[in-house]
């Protein structure tokens, strides 16, 4: 293994790391799930300084599975292992796990005393075969699960580390995150990688690239990696740099995002840094609404309540959020928002004049300071030649004013729908800026 | 390989087709993106009756790459691999396939017209570097891309199949399905199977676990398969059997689907067939609201939206949706549906006289024949004594009646959010029995 960091650091070695994930279980061969869990630990280890080599997921078949760590052993010195684990898996992996390593099973009072006490929380009997989950390899150390039956197994044999966690994503991600990573970050001197992401709205992945496109070049020279991570209406920028000072390292990502602010300020909405809280776009609004004691109400059409389910699935936001109207047939903007059938008949539903109207309304009718308002044409039907599929209008009312801005998306309904939603929370987001 | 199927037909042989997933590229390996491709391969080739032993995600590296080639015909008779094509991944997959394969590249002319075909559409000028990606292995037969440029690779090396895809998923999936999969079934005769999944609301996967425990037995002694696929709310049962008489399989499953209702059938709200257009609960309310031209409007407290969302998102809706109010307030249930103050202060917002009064209220109001009211503690905060989260009224306005029904959920906001809807869409869905 080559290790690019030997010669960096003065004091100490910096180890390079390299793992491989394998998953256990017939149900991601056969399509049923989707792996998530390998995604998420290969993304903590990347965070970490740890370099996957493979994922690999196998069937609950014992040859296959030694197989597999035969392979895994060659590419890395780390093995991840997930799945197989619990007594409706017959227990597969721990089974295999005894005879690839040679080693016997033994019975472990402290699992034992987690499994009771989980079993009681759940007002269950610990029955003999419950009894079996708390026998654990001879050759491991136990990883004791706090959120689950299945213990963690570490074993270290001739300098391999194989780890085993159990398949339930949740007891997964709790065992890694809390006990896993820190005893290895112990072992190891692994690097230190400081990632940054930039969150940007509003601006498509091409364009943006072709407009940082310098910025992008520069990057190279440091050794900075950057990631575009693109979803409806926004894309991420992850900025991600490697080394062993972590002062200097965060100096230099920090003038690299400083540089990067110059050329695209109108389009970031935030930051996220990895290990603290990040919000999301919906969160950051309804935080600058509370603090500065505002309320909210919502006229949609095009986005049909989309724009108030983002609003209303974050707890606490009747602190500040009072209530929509979704006037979606031509009868409810009138009715329910006064907009007049001339209004309507001359410039269409989808149209600046009507938009504002729906914004003014909503906020007059339900006593708020801010509204937004939304008419579009989600597609993939309903374009005329004037309007075609994707042209959207955005309104925001605030205490002095009313404006919209007309948008241009494309014609998926679902991302159109988004899209909107995203653009519209960014846009109310700047009034606070 | 052991061929379980091969005495069960007299006159052809059922092949048994090992397959082996391969998806190439870092952004999988350190955590980007979640390797979504492999669980649709995996579902689609499990649908077809071929059995995936392995599914492997390496990096963009040559001898990473071959050594997962060597690893995988050991195992597998058929190699799918996706991703490492087009410029931007250097063409990875094509130059490490040529190597391993030991044969050059031809320039192809149909391969170069796809290319010019898209790049046109897109108003793009061909670059003499876009004319690279016309240039294919001598040895593979070319899969053409209807969808992208870089063209699918099918080789047959000393009986082993190897198919190199895109990695961009709705190419892959195009040529997925409508060319690689017809042209497998061409070459093997795959045993036949047969599933199809009844779709069910309102009952928890352990409890429906239960009532059909002596059901679920019943199938093993007839090699039936069967799956639960949890979602909240939801949960769907998967029935799958494979042979090699098509109405043999058919009728055994639709006579154990026949016994399932007799236990079950309260709960279920349809059925999806492989292969065949299946509707969300959402659409099949949609289309049971335009089939009888019978108009809709929501009335939302709790759900914040969500109902409309999942209504609206569905081209095509302005046929039978109307509107919606989100009386997130107390003083919008006030002003906006004229609920009491004396009611909602004798009973509170979650209760049964203000869910009802709701629904009646958005009905006469938007002047539909149905609506549909939530009203509920979605959590995690909220709770009292004598209403913990979790606890929601939904209601139905028919032109007959309104009725409402309590339900206590779990703690989790979103999930509570979501099975509220999903509860409320298969009342209304009832109504049309």
Redesign the interface.
Same mark, same amino acid.
């Given at each position: 293994m080559v290790n690019k960091y030997e010669n960096t650091s003065v004091s100490l070695k910096v180890s390079r790391v390299e793992a491989e994930i394998i998953t256990i279980g017939d149900?991601?061969?056969?399509?049923?799930?989707?792996?998530?869990n390998?995604?998420?630990?290969?993304?903590?280890?990347?965070m970490t300084g740890i370099v996957?080599?493979?994922?690999?997921?196998?069937?609950d078949e014992k040859n296959?599975i030694k197989n597999?760590l035969d392979?895994a052993q060659k590419r890395a010195n780390v093995i991840f292992i997930t799945g197989g684990l619990g007594p409706t898996k017959d227990d597969i992996t721990k089974k295999t796990l005894c005879e690839y390593f040679n080693t016997a099973l033994r019975f472990d009072e402290a699992v034992f005393s987690d499994l009771i006490r989980i079993f009681t929380a759940y007002g269950k009997e610990v029955t003999p075969t419950n009894r079996l989950q708390a026998e654990v390899p001879e050759l491991c150390t136990v990883i004791r699960n706090h959120n689950g039956t299945a213990p963690g197994m570490w074993f270290d044999v001739n300098g391999k580390i194989f780890i085993s966690m159990p398949g339930v994503p949740f007891e997964m991600k709790a065992m890694l995150t809390n006990q896993v990573i820190p005893k290895i970050k112990e072992l190891f001197n692994l690097p230190i990688i400081v990632h940054k992401t930039v969150l940007t709205q509003g601006i498509g992945e091409s364009y943006l690239s072709d407009l940082i496109s310098g910025w992008e070049d520069s990057l190279a020279k440091e050794d900075i990696k950057l990631?575009y991570?693109p979803s409806p209406g926004m894309v991420r920028l992850?900025i991600s740099l490697m080394g062993t000072n972590a002062e200097k390292l965060n100096v230099l990502v920090n003038k690299k995002i400083e540089e990067l602010k110059l050329i695209i300020s109108e389009f970031i909405y935030g930051y996220e840094i990895f290990g603290e809280e990040n919000p999301s776009l919906e969160e950051i609004v309804g935080n600058l609404l509370r603090n500065n004691n505002k309320t909210l109400s919502?006229a949609?059409s095009c986005?049909?309540? #989309? /724009?108030?389910?983002l *609003?209303?699935?974050i707890?606490?936001?009747?602190d500040y #959020? /009072?209530?929509?109207? *979704?006037?979606?047939?031509y009868?409810?903007k009138e009715k329910?928002l006064g907009i007049s059938k001339d209004v309507l008949a001359l410039h269409g539903a989808v149209s600046q004049p009507v938009v504002e109207e729906m914004a003014r309304a909503v906020r007059n009718?339900?006593?708020t300071d801010y509204s937004i308002a939304t008419s579009g044409i989600?597609?993939?039907?309903g374009g005329t030649i004037d309007k075609q599929v994707g042209t959207v209008w955005i309104a925001i009312a605030t205490p002095k004013n009313v404006y919209s801005e007309k948008f241009l998306f494309g014609k998926n309904?679902?991302h159109n729908?988004r899209k909107t939603a995203h653009t519209a929370l960014n846009m109310l987001r700047k009034e606070f800026e």
């Open positions: 149900e991601i061969l056969i399509g049923q799930i989707v792996d998530t390998s995604a998420f630990i290969a993304s903590l280890l990347n996957v080599k493979q994922i690999t997921s196998v069937s296959h597999a392979e990631a991570l992850r919502i949609e986005t049909g309540g #989309y /724009i108030s389910h *609003i209303t699935k707890q606490g936001c009747s #959020y /009072i209530g929509s109207v *979704i006037a979606y047939s009868d409810i329910e009718k339900f006593n989600a597609g993939p039907g309904r679902e729908i």
